[in-house]
């Protein structure tokens, strides 16, 4: 529906005149701004944007855009990505036993929410394989063990380039994926059924209930080596009481950590999620 | 303790260019921008943007300022507003029986989280003086029947002139203001204790017991001459159940209302809510 | 899972001795109360309770607790239901275009999050018969025009009776069923996608977007004669912001009819939501 | 306004028949039930239970209550607490250096919000002291060092004696209670400023920002020696940005800690707060 747009995604160190040299770029090309959003850490010493404008009317072609904004990006020592609208990314999306991520990303894809592909279901198990196919989409079943976890490890990094995957969703995959891992392939994002940093690590909601906490939540986050450490992307929560045993925390929580998962999609695949040190600047 | 900054907020008609050249206007002139953030209406066709930039370097006076962008403005068929840190608004709060408001705002002034100055509270009851003089405020008495209304209203804006007010803020005031006035004076923020457009007018917590909803609310927005039609700034809401009668609906209603309206107080004092239409955009 | 219960909902005059002569009926036949809730309503002089206890162990055959309970009913001009856990409602799920709703709530009940059974759609449109053929579930479609209503439901109310129906859910069902209709069958949960009374009727999303609220919400309500009138189960709310068009209120919108209605269902499903007058109580 | 009530809180192993013996404990004096809520924890195998009953028209005078319910008690092995509507209880409020809670509950006090006495304020500093005065209350200033600290423990104790005393709101007290003490004084209250178990003991918002969390929150909690691991009574949270610095997560945060606060200490004094294991009841 709408005509196809460029995104650029920069930060840099901050001085003055940033918001200008960027807006210039674009107005002496011939392209009209459709977003521009701004963000400056003083503590950091960072500017962050994201830029998105119409390539209708641009007068430089695709090809040309990266080169020509290094020329303005090298002297003020910027780093940026470039993205197009019509460019869609490929997702591939992990799990282990429970489907409502997987679902929930399935429909919303199908809904229209989510410009992206997604071809490609890995799981360690297999009980989630009618769902993919339900859908139309190739699974492979990957059991992962101590001994063998390498091996496949190495496999699913062969699929990931065989089904040119741009973003990897732990949908409730499971498993830590190693660092050797994560040096091959990233982003990648996870769903951690908690609050973070509460109750890192495993069986959250046995340690919320036991905790006797009022409010349970779940956390979507970029992966990195340590694991539920990386920079979150979003989060959100739910009121629980005395009444909510264990089983009831985890039914309150699949309906939160669903939606807070594919929000955190949305926003990647709409290049709004911008990683700097452990933190991310959402351009919402 | 942050250094003194200019503030513009803009709308004019959409049209290529315009974040370059209003970019371009402050750092051809020396400014450093600390925020800048649009947004466009493409079914209005309009253009909107609140710009913040360091006075410290900045090579045109003040007083300069204004006819310079206008040399810009003009062309673009702009509207604008100009504001600068240090010029702190005056505000007069009217009230007539609750106290939750007002004290909420005094509160939030003495801590510094309002920088405004508050010289003056006008009230159709006697009973609040004491918290006025507490917190070494003027309190003047002006009680408001079907026939004096004309002539208090009279006596309101010379106070409001002689106070140099720029914002009335109703909170819990519970007169409506005659169209006259608001053509004389604008603008006027008001707290309404119910989620607009539900239970518009009065009664809105019997009237939502009645109804026998599972969530309550409040909004703060500017006056017009529609009652409790004017542009929303902010809302929220508070959940209630079978167990509240409409005395703790009025009890949790109170939180919802001191916040709802301190957070808009906050925004317009910052220059944050720009009105357009019936509409607000909050550059929050 | 857990051992079948019987849950009593009573309604009656307020007056001393309600809570042990309601325990006492239960104890005094060898059962085990696992939950007791009461409410109290000054202004209506009404006591509303829900208790569910065992029925291992209850001396009483399920067919004379009736009857053994309304001779203590009687005197107390009570109002009561009685229902079993053994004895799964069956839902007729109504839709029209949209298909969250419907999708919602097929999932959760193969993920056992409703104890209900689903063996009848019902739709103006026949577009979404994939998704009930996909769940196993029998697809109607009845189209609907101004001069086939009456005929339409009455072929409605017969699919009703031959599928031994006990709860119609209009998951987005685009159409007003009768006042007749309604008195042939009720109950029926609608869910209506703004928060009520805020925005009855038509387009809510789109008179939300005119009105420019910066929250929008969701409604989960019982259906009477009056439109959106019927006495409210569940609501939740989401906030918007001016970057929000009609299409964003939309999709952000669903996300909370879903939830709301599911969550109304599940409370229905359970015998927590007790009406009176246009109210409900929520045993939750 | 309302006619004087008691209330028994009781929590014993499970078993068959407590709500009646309870209810008919009552019943069977003449006593018109108000609000009965009761709760089961299977795994724990307790019952706990509160009953809410008017005077007027009770049988038994107050002082034969207990004995008379100890008798059904014993044999049950219940714990249990009875307390009267008309005996309020009086409470002390410590504070530091931050007024923002100690303001709330004064102001929610004197609006008729808190049923409770609060005639002595604590502090280690002595510059809220005009605050206390302001409301009529007796402050002391007992500032604490690594060397003073049992001897002005000491102190506090026999002032809590001295005032009677029966229960300790730490609003905002930046030291912690020694072991000693809390053998000596309970129950105490405790407002942390963050979504406990997240970012317990120091500078919270701090470690939140460093985080890079997307909403904050605060928790109160009765004050056991492990600190902030006492039984949780009520959290919240409130959404942050990017944009937000440690200040602004200050400054948002304080409006979370005294709603949660308040909530906590009007259940409290509500006798609605169930302490069993490390966890609470809310009967709310």
Redesign the interface.
């Known amino acids: 529906m709408a005509s196809p747009t460029a995104i650029l995604l920069v930060s840099c160190p901050d001085q ?6 960027l ?2 770029f ?3 090309n ?11 850490d ?2 950091a010493g960072l500017f962050l944007s994201r830029i998105e404008w119409e390539l209708e009317g641009f007068n430089l072609p695709r090809e040309i855009i990266g080169p020509a904004f290094q020329a303005i990006a090298q002297p003020l020592g910027a780093d940026w990505q470039l993205h197009f609208s019509a460019t869609v990314p490929r997702l591939s999306i992990w799990v282990s036993h429970q ?2 991520c997987l ?1 929930d990303l399935l ?1 919303r894809h199908r ?1 229209g ?1 989510l410009q992206a592909e997604m071809p490609l279901v890995i799981s360690n198990h297999n009980h989630l394989r009618p769902i993919a196919e ?1 859908f139309g989409i190739d699974f492979h079943h990957l059991p992962v063990t101590k001994d063998n976890k390498p091996l496949q490890e190495a496999q699913q990094l062969q699929l990931l380039r065989d089904y040119r995957i741009d973003l990897v969703v732990l949908a409730k995959y499971m498993q830590v994926l190693s660092p050797q891992f994560l040096q091959e392939f990233s982003p990648v994002i996870n769903i951690h059924h908690s ?5 890192m690590g495993a069986n959250p909601y046995q340690r919320a209930y ?6 349970i ?1 779940a956390t979507a986050h970029y992966v990195t080596s340590d694991l539920d450490e990386g ?7 739910v009121r629980i ?3 909510d ?1 264990v089983q009831e925390l985890i ?1 309150k929580g699949k ?1 939160v950590e669903r ?1 807070v998962l594919a929000r955190a999609v949305r926003l990647h695949v709409q290049n709004r999620a911008l990683v700097y ?6 351009f ?1």
Chains 1, 2, 3, 4 share one sequence.
Request: aromatic share 6%; proline share 5%.
């Open positions: 003055k005149g940033l918001v200008a040299k807006a210039n674009i107005y002496a011939g392209g009209n701004i459709l977003h521009a959003d701004q963000h400056r003083p503590e489907d409502h679902l429909w809904a929410e339900q609050f973070l940093p509460a109750f036991q905790r006797g906490v009022k409010i939540g920079p979150i992307i979003e989060q959100d929560v009481s005395h009444r045993d039914r309906d939606m040190g452990n933190r991310t600047v959402v919402a």
